[in-house]
Each structure stands twice: as structure tokens, then as C-alpha cells.
């Protein structure tokens, strides 16, 4: 075997040695859009609330929120009066009781595809079923107990003149007079999208100087719904000082346990700029300072209720006699959509925001390579031509490299006469083979190892492809043509029922015979890898031959429950590559023999003839 067989071998072996292991450690799953209930913190029904003194001159202590018995969703909404949430993008209420945003649904996002009748749920109110919900108040410091500040329980009121809806034009103003001479107000906004702000100000009757301390809150009661893919991070992430972090719920059950708040906890002091959110693999919820304020990032587990919870502790401020003081945040809700956050992140000055997508260990891959593709979709308007035409500009970017390789190539095949000769010369002197061959390389300025170099690229590309469809919300349900209606998900067409034509279903995805199930872009990324090996003359080892004659179709099964946006890739890919490779190597004065290639290889099912 010559040593541009031995290294192309070796590279191609390496290379499905790679994608067999990412296959084996991140299975790709079938995409199903069940409603995910999203879990929050509840509360005890006769209004207990486990508190914790404020420390003088330090940030107070939020309530923690204790557990309620679970009842439906629809049973828990009806307990408290509610003002409805109502924008193009969101609808939902905000409680009354507490003044919690505990009822959101994403209105663009469908649970099923195509199917309009159920939009995705992000917010659930306490006492019902996975309760997720936010809370905002003021932790008392000093000598003021918590009974003179709004809490869980707490009834607010519309303030007068306020709207009785929440819009994107109108936003609402709460009150709550404690009777003692301090009244407290919330003012709720939101934008176009998902970002709310939420202003809080006390106003001071007292005829004394208090302290008290701004809060916000976000709780999700029970282990929440996870898919639980390694290549996925699903739990609390969060920016301070420049730092981004992330904590898996499984953590947050090992984080240091403190008998002060009960919980096991991980706190952070943020200086300048930072925010804390809760985030699955769509959907995101964070609590976001106004950037250069000063917090503590909390991430906190409770195991007496169970019970995931994120806290902004804001700094304790002194409440001057016969004033009002207010202070804003910001709360985002809603779905991670790439160009949504971008704004936030320049407008706003939100910190690393876009960081809140898991761009993963190659994110100097991903993150541009999902701006190009953004950006392609933006000026064609359909993501799998968009992923076609990044599949173009990739392969644009590589062509000097693929230029070289494809040239050496072409001068390798012609040294094969040569090679044939020298093998026959030295027999089976080994040493004086290798000898020869190296001058012959030399002479004829061949490199044999040059056609492994753009297959090595392919890796990391094709990783960072995967990652980036897996984890953006921009290839969620996002249709290409014909029969592919979601790119994230698998071909939905299956080999066995022949694309529909027979009466029975595709198997099941947990079936042994989901392997066997692929569909007509898989079959076609097979047969496109099969003729680009066609291009170079079947090698005459014949255990090396048996190899490249099964790698197109072992390639076609193993990636065949991939999403199709990942499958479209690698079909474009092969087929410029093949085309590339044929006229590189026509330039080069050689005339690879592609039918009778094929040929040959049918005649003996890939195996060399004897």
C-alpha cells in the first residue's frame, strides 16, 4: 500500500472513528415539541414565608419562597386577581397576589409544527403544576420587620389612572400602602419583544430614615424538564464582571448548603455589569441590573421544598424621611432568538448577553458561522438555502487550501505507473520502496499527505454545523422544501415504507429499526459521498478497497437521524467537493475515469478485481 493510500485511509478512518464517537456520546434525538411544563416555586397557602434577618450595611435577604400543594394550572391562575398581558409576541397575566409575572406564553411558537392551536408556555403560576414565576420586593434592614414589606402574599392594587392591561404602549403601576406610612409602588413595561422592566420605589412617611433593600427573584418549584444532552446546557448561566458561568441544576443540589437561608447556595458580588437567568435549550428567563449597578448574583437550591431559584440582590439603600426612592431592572422572558439578544446586548449594554445561546467549545467557529448563516436567511429567506449558501462560502474560504490538495492529488495519480514500476523493482525491500518512493515525491514536488488536510477541517466545521442547529431557535420548525418541514429535526421519509408509498408508519424512534428508517437526504449524502470516492481509481489493496466501498453507506446510516439542516450541509458539501476535485483535477491534464469507477465497483461490489 503506497503512502497516499495510507494516509488517505488514515484520515478517512479518523475521521469516521470521530463522528462514530459523537454519534455514540450525543445521540441525535428525533425532534418532538411536546409542551414543556416549566416548573416554579409555589408558596404556602396560609401565606407562611421563611425569612432571614437583613445583615446592617450589607445587601438584605430576600423571603424564601416556600412549597404549596399542586393543583392545576387553570385552578392556581383563578386564585388571585389578575391584568392581562397582551402584545403581538406575548400574552398572559401578572398576579395581583405578590405582584408576580407568573403566566407567560411565547405567541410566534408553536408546541407542535404546524399546528397553531398551542403555543409554548414559559411561565406557570405557584401552586400549580411546575410552577416558574418571578417576584419582585425589598428585604428590610435594620429593625424593620418583614411585615412592613411587600412580600409573596402581599395584595397589591391597579394603581389609579394605570391601565387595566399590561401592552408594549400602556405599561401598569401597582400600589401597596402598609398602613405604617410607607407606600410602595411597582411600574411593569414591556418592549416589543421579550424584555420587561420592572421599576420598584418606596415612598417614606415614617418620619424616619429606613433601610431596605431591592430585590427580584426567579423560581422554578421541582426538578425541571430537561433533555439532559451532554452538548446541551440546560440550568442557571450568568455574566459578572465579564465572566461568564454556567451550573447544570444536578449542581446546584451540590452547592455549599447555608443554615442562614436554608438552601444550598453559590453567590457571586458583580461589581459593574452582569445578570443571572435560568435557561433551557429555546427558552430563557433572566434578572438584568441596569449595567453598572452593583449585585449579588445568587444560585440557589432549596431541599426542603424542592424548590431551583435564582436571586438579583440588589445593594441596601437608605430611605430618607419624607422622600421616594425607585430603582429599575430588567427581566427578560421569552425565547433565545439570536438577533433579539444582539440588541439587547449593543442597545441595552446588557453584558455578553449573547453568550446566553451555548455556543459550545468551538464558539470561534459557531458564533460567526451562525451570524453568516443569519445573514444568508435574512437575504434568501429560507434557512436550508441559507445553510446551502453557507455551505458555499465555507468551501469558497477553503478553496486555496482544497486547490493544493487537489492538485497534489492529481499529481499522485499521475506518479502511479511510476509507483507500480517501483514496487515491482524493490519487491519486498521495504526500506529501499520507502526510499525510492520519497525522491520520486520530491522530484515530481508530490505530497501524498495533502489530500487529509481539508477531511481534518471537515471535523470541526461539522461539529460546530451541528451544534449550531441544535442549540438555535432560528432552525426550530423551519421548513426548506418539499417533505423537509423541519431542518432541526430528522428527514421525516423513511426507507422502509419507501418515502409513503406503503401503508405503514415510520418506526419508532426508540425501535431498532429507526436505523434502518432513513430518509431520502441521508440516501442522498450516501450516494453523494460514494461519487466523490469515484473520482480516484479503485485501490488495489483489497482490504483497503472493502473499506472505502462500505464508508459512503455506513456514513449514510450513521447520520441518517441527524437533523436534515446537518444532512443538507453534508450533501452540498460532497457535491462541491466532488465538482471542485473533477475540474481541479481536469486542469491538471487528468481525466478521472468516474463511470468506469462506478462500474468496477458494481462489478465486484467495491472489492478490486483478483
Not at 10 to 18: D, E, I, M
Not at 151 to 169: C, I, K, M, V
Not at 175 to 186: A, E, H, I, M
Not at 341 to 360: A, Q
Request: hydrophobic share 40%.
Amino acid at each position: 500500500m503506497d503512502d497516499q493510500n495510507k494516509n488517505l485511509i488514515l484520515a478517512t478512518a479518523l475521521s469516521f472513528l470521530v463522528i462514530l464517537g459523537w454519534f455514540w456520546m450525543f445521540p441525535p434525538q428525533d425532534v418532538v415539541q411536546p409542551q414543556a411544563e416549566q416548573p416554579v416555586v409555589g408558596q404556602t397557602a396560609d401565606g407562611d414565608v421563611a425569612s432571614t434577618p437583613a445583615a446592617q450595611g450589607t445587601a438584605a435577604t430576600p423571603a424564601t419562597i416556600a412549597a404549596t400543594q399542586a393543583e392545576t394550572r387553570e385552578a392556581a391562575l383563578a386564585k388571585s386577581d389578575r391584568i392581562e398581558i397582551k402584545t403581538p409576541r406575548v400574552s398572559g397575566s401578572l398576579s395581583l397576589v405578590g405582584g408576580r409575572i407568573d403566566d407567560l406564553q411565547l405567541l410566534d411558537y408553536n408546541v407542535r409544527l404546524n399546528d397553531p392551536s398551542e403555543k409554548e408556555t414559559l411561565l406557570s403560576p405557584a401552586g400549580g403544576p411546575k410552577a416558574y414565576y418571578t417576584l419582585y420586593g425589598w428585604a428590610p434592614a435594620g429593625d424593620l420587620p418583614y411585615s412592613d414589606v411587600p412580600g409573596p402574599q402581599t395584595e397589591w392594587t391597579l394603581n389609579t389612572g394605570s391601565d387595566a392591561n399590561l401592552t408594549q404602549e400602556t405599561p401598569i403601576t401597582l400600589k401597596w400602602d402598609n398602613g405604617k406610612g410607607l407606600v410602595f409602588y411597582r411600574k411593569v413595561a414591556i418592549d416589543e419583544n421579550y424584555m420587561f422592566t420592572v421599576t420598584q420605589s418606596v415612598e417614606n412617611n415614617t418620619g424616619k430614615t429606613l433601610r431596605m433593600a431591592p430585590y427580584g427573584i426567579v423560581a422554578r418549584k421541582g426538578e425541571p424538564d430537561v433533555i439532559g444532552f451532554y452538548i446541551l446546557h440546560e440550568g442557571v448561566v450568568r455574566a459578572s464582571d465579564g465572566e461568564l458561568q454556567e451550573i447544570k441544576y444536578d449542581d446546584m443540589l451540590d452547592q455549599d448548603y447555608s443554615e442562614t437561608e436554608r438552601a444550598n447556595v453559590d453567590v457571586i458580588k458583580v461589581e459593574e455589569n452582569g445578570w443571572v437567568a435560568f435557561t433551557d435549550k429555546y427558552w430563557m428567563t433572566a434578572l438584568v441590573p441596569q449595567p453598572g449597578q452593583k449585585f449579588t448574583s445568587v444560585s440557589k437550591y432549596s431541599p426542603s421544598n424542592d424548590t431551583y431559584q435564582i436571586d438579583m440582590r440588589l445593594p441596601t439603600m437608605d430611605i430618607p424621611a419624607g422622600q421616594t426612592t425607585e430603582i429599575s431592572t430588567m427581566l427578560f422572558a421569552g425565547a433565545k432568538e439570536w438577533a433579539t439578544i444582539k440588541d439587547y446586548e449593543t442597545r441595552l449594554g446588557v453584558d455578553k448577553f449573547i453568550d446566553s445561546i451555548d455556543w459550545g467549545m468551538f464558539f470561534f467557529i459557531t458564533k460567526p458561522m451562525f451570524a453568516v448563516l443569519h445573514f444568508l436567511k435574512g437575504i434568501i429567506g429560507n434557512m436550508g438555502w441559507a445553510i446551502i449558501g453557507l455551505t458555499i462560502v465555507i468551501k469558497a474560504l477553503l478553496f486555496p487550501l482544497a486547490y493544493k490538495s487537489y492538485v497534489s492529488m492529481a499529481r499522485m495519480k499521475e506518479l502511479q505507473p511510476e509507483l507500480e514500476k517501483l514496487k515491482e523493482q524493490c519487491g519486498e525491500d521495504r526500506q529501499r520502496l520507502q526510499k525510492e518512493m520519497m525522491a520520486l515525491y520530491k522530484k515530481k514536488k508530490a505530497n501524498p499527505a495533502a489530500g487529509c488536510l481539508p477531511i481534518f477541517l471537515q471535523i470541526p466545521i461539522f461539529f460546530s454545523l451541528y451544534k449550531v442547529i441544535f442549540v438555535t431557535i432560528e432552525l426550530r420548525h423551519a421548513p426548506w422544501v418539499g417533505w423537509i418541514h423541519d431542518l432541526s429535526a430528522p428527514d421525516p421519509t423513511s426507507l422502509l415504507n419507501l418515502f409513503g408509498l406503503l401503508p405503514w408508519d415510520k418506526p419508532d424512534p426508540a425501535s431498532i429499526f429507526a436505523t434502518f428508517s432513513i430518509g431520502i437526504l441521508p440516501i442522498l449524502m450516501g450516494i453523494t459521498m460514494w461519487l466523490q470516492q469515484k473520482l480516484n481509481p479503485t485501490p488495489t489493496d483489497k482490504t483497503q478497497a472493502t473499506i472505502f466501498a462500505w464508508m459512503p453507506w455506513v456514513f449514510m446510516f450513521m447520520l441518517g437521524r441527524f437533523a436534515s439542516g446537518l444532512v443538507l450541509y453534508w450533501v452540498t458539501n460532497n457535491t462541491i467537493t466532488f465538482t471542485q476535485q473533477y475540474l481541479i483535477m481536469r486542469s491538471q491534464g487528468v481525466k478521472p475515469d468516474v463511470f468506469g469507477n462506478i462500474k468496477k465497483g458494481f462489478s465486484k461490489f467495491g472489492k478490486p478485481k483478483s
